[in-house]
Structure formats: structure tokens, C-alpha cells
């Protein structure tokens, strides 16, 4: 048997909504089929929602499955259950929707994905930087475990959207992840060479100067925006490379002593942070807050922050105020579906900025 799985990006990131069963005899029917998902330590039974004969095989609709997760299809066949889970599904197997609306690249060190709007001439840029889950090196992660890249293409079709994935391993990057629970300025996601390094976020903007010199991308409008771990590479770049963005919107970014400095560095910047009014520990934004802070009181008047409220959250499915605290507090880490729904005209703001 062959399992061949179809993705939607939501705003939970990927979910699996269709599976292609081949390499199987004929007789099956929706009873062969038991479906369960699993994240964490939960599970959920899915129901198989219809069932559509196909050249040697099944089509099969299902209900949706949060795809960072994992499944487990049972295919009842002559009495006998063939279990099949997400591990059996090679990468070429795995379908997502709209993926190939943007062209698999490398340059050098650097892994991309690359959407090219269908216009001539220079056309502004929007650079994505994705969290520390979607490390790794299989250059389709960091377009799926988050809503991301694939609704910035949606929401502006006449830019170019860049996804580069950075290297690493979260576990290997946070072996604990209690960690982020506990202390604001942690370290430990930040390895040589790992994440969003100030080396390989060169490289990736070396690449951006190239297409502009190229004359693809105008060098007045080219944005970055990121979450989480990406929030953070979105201030590191506005070091690393400030002169080459027009504006950026961090979410979320994890504040460490190194991005907190960075961050109220920025008197120049058009920056719009956006972030919970609570996010992994109490006491995250106050960072961000005084940051911001900063730079207002030096006579930056483009440094703006959203600290989206609970009642913001919840219009999304998020942060169910009966949850426990700390699993309030990973929910209402998903500032970023705010933010790429267009909240607040972040987004908006941010590609109708200019650089003289």
C-alpha cells in the first residue's frame, strides 16, 4: 500500500484533508477505514467522509487533521489491519495546496521558496522569516507549519514572497521546551550556526541584492516580516542588513539580550511590532513594550506596537479564556494569524512603506 496525503495551510498551519490509498486490492469500503489523530498526548477519532474509487485505489475525504501532528489510518483488508501513520508518507507524497505557486530554490547555504508575481519590471519584495518549528532542511516546512508565506502571496499576488528555511533542529535547539515558560531570555534556540544567524540572514538578504541588481525587485519596497524565532531574525536582519528594508513587522519575536538591544537600536526604522498581551511568560512584552518605548521617545515616529487583547484571540478560535495558564500561554502565541488576517492594516502598513 501507497498513502499519498493532500494539505490545506489554515490558520492552524497544514492540515490534511485528503488521503490516496494505491497499491490496494478492490472492496473497500468506509467501514475498512478507522481514523485517528493524535497531537501531544490527545487524540481524536476522524471520520472518513467519502470514499471515491481511483485508478488502482481510494480517494479518500476526511475529516480535517492538523498535520503537525500525526495520524493513524487503519485499512481493514480480509480481516487482517494494515496500520499506516504519517511516517509512511514520503516527502513526495505530501500535496499542498497553492505550493506550487512558488518555485523550490538554493542558493549557496540558503534553502528558498520563491512566489513571482506575474508582472513586469521591478515589483517590491516581502521577505518571511518562519518560527523556530519549522527549521530543517526539507525547504517545505517553513511554508507549512504556519501560516505564513502561502497567505502573504494570497492576500498581495503582485509581490514577490520570499520563504528561505533556516537550518536546525528544534529539538536539538530547545531539547526543553519548558524553557520558554519560564524565562523570557533564553538562549538556548540560538546554536552556531542554527536558526536565524546573523550569517546565514547575510546570505539571504545577498540573494534579495542580487535580484534587485537583476532588476526583478525594487530596491525602495522590500519588507520583512517573521514569527516567533522569525520575529527575532526580522529585528537581526534590520541589523544585519538595514539599509536594504523599506520596513518591518516582527511578531511575536523572542526577546533575548541580543534582540532587545537591537530592537530599541532602531531610531530610523519603520517598524510595527505586534505581539499577546501575555505570550509564554508574564512578562515577555514588558521587553517590547519599553523597547518601543525607546524609540518613540528618540523621535522615531514609525515605531508602532499591537498588543492584541484576549477578545482579539478568541474571534480566531484562540485562547479559550477556560484554558489553563500555560496552555493559554502557547495559544496566545499564534499572534501571527492576527497579524497575516490583516489586523489593526498591520500588513497593509507594511507594503505601502517606502525607502528614499
Not at 527575532?232 to 532587545?260: E, H, N, Q
Not at 498581551?277 to 518601543?292: E, L, M
Not at 518613540?296 to 498588543?307: E, F, V
Not at 474571534?315 to 492576527?338: I, M, R, T
Amino acid at each position: 500500500m501507497k498513502l499519498s496525503v493532500y494539505t490545506e495551510v489554515k490558520n492552524r498551519g497544514w492540515e490534511a484533508v485528503a488521503f490516496d490509498l494505491t497499491d490496494v486490492s478492490d472492496g473497500l469500503t468506509a467501514e475498512s477505514f478507522t481514523l485517528t489523530a493524535y497531537m501531544g498526548d490527545k487524540s481524536a477519532d476522524r471520520k472518513i467522509r467519502a470514499l471515491t474509487k481511483i485508478k488502482n485505489g481510494y480517494h479518500l475525504a476526511i475529516d480535517p487533521i492538523y498535520y503537525n501532528g500525526n495520524f493513524r489510518l487503519e485499512v481493514t483488508l480480509d480481516g487482517i489491519s494494515y496500520p499506516l501513520t504519517k511516517g509512511d508518507v514520503p516527502l513526495e507524497n505530501i500535496h499542498v495546496k497553492d505550493l506550487d505557486k512558488f518555485e523550490a530554490k538554493q542558493d549557496g547555504d540558503v534553502i528558498y521558496r520563491l512566489y513571482s508575481p506575474q508582472a513586469d519590471g521591478p515589483r517590491p519584495l516581502i521577505l518571511f522569516l518562519h518560527g523556530g518549528g519549522e527549521c530543517g532542511y526539507d525547504n517545505l516546512l517553513q511554508m507549512t507549519g504556519t501560516l505564513g508565506a502561502l497567505k502573504l502571496a494570497e492576500l498581495y499576488p503582485y509581490l514577490y514572497v520570499m520563504a528561505p528555511q533556516a537550518p536546525g533542529n528544534i529539538d536539538e535547539m530547545l531539547p526543553d521546551p519548558s524553557t520558554v515558560f519560564q524565562n523570557t531570555f533564553y538562549t538556548s534556540m540560538f546554536l552556531p550556526g542554527m536558526g536565524w544567524n546573523t550569517e546565514y540572514i547575510a546570505q539571504v538578504c545577498d540573494i534579495i541584492r542580487k535580484m534587485i541588481s537583476d532588476g526583478k525587485v525594487d530596491p525602495h519596497k522590500v519588507f520583512v516580516t517573521g514569527l516567533s524565532m522569525g520575529g527575532c531574525g526580522t529585528i537581526r536582519a534590520m541589523r544585519v542588513a538595514g539599509d536594504l528594508f523599506a520596513a518591518a513587522a516582527p511578531i511575536c519575536p523572542s526577546m533575548i539580550p541580543d534582540t532587545y538591544d537591537t530592537l530599541r537600536s532602531l531610531t530610523d526604522a519603520k517598524i510595527w511590532v505586534s505581539t499577546a498581551y501575555v505570550d509564554h511568560t508574564f512578562y515577555r512584552h514588558k521587553y517590547i513594550v519599553d523597547a518601543i518605548m525607546q524609540l518613540k521617545d528618540a523621535g522615531n515616529r514609525n515605531a508602532h506596537l499591537t498588543l492584541y487583547a484576549p477578545e482579539e484571540f478568541e474571534k480566531y478560535g484562540f485562547a479559550d479564556p477556560c484554558l489553563p495558564v500555560l496552555e493559554k500561554f502557547s495559544e496566545n502565541h499564534n499572534a501571527w494569524v492576527l497579524t497575516y488576517n490583516n489586523e489593526h492594516g498591520i500588513m497593509d502598513w507594511l507594503v505601502s512603506q517606502y525607502k528614499s
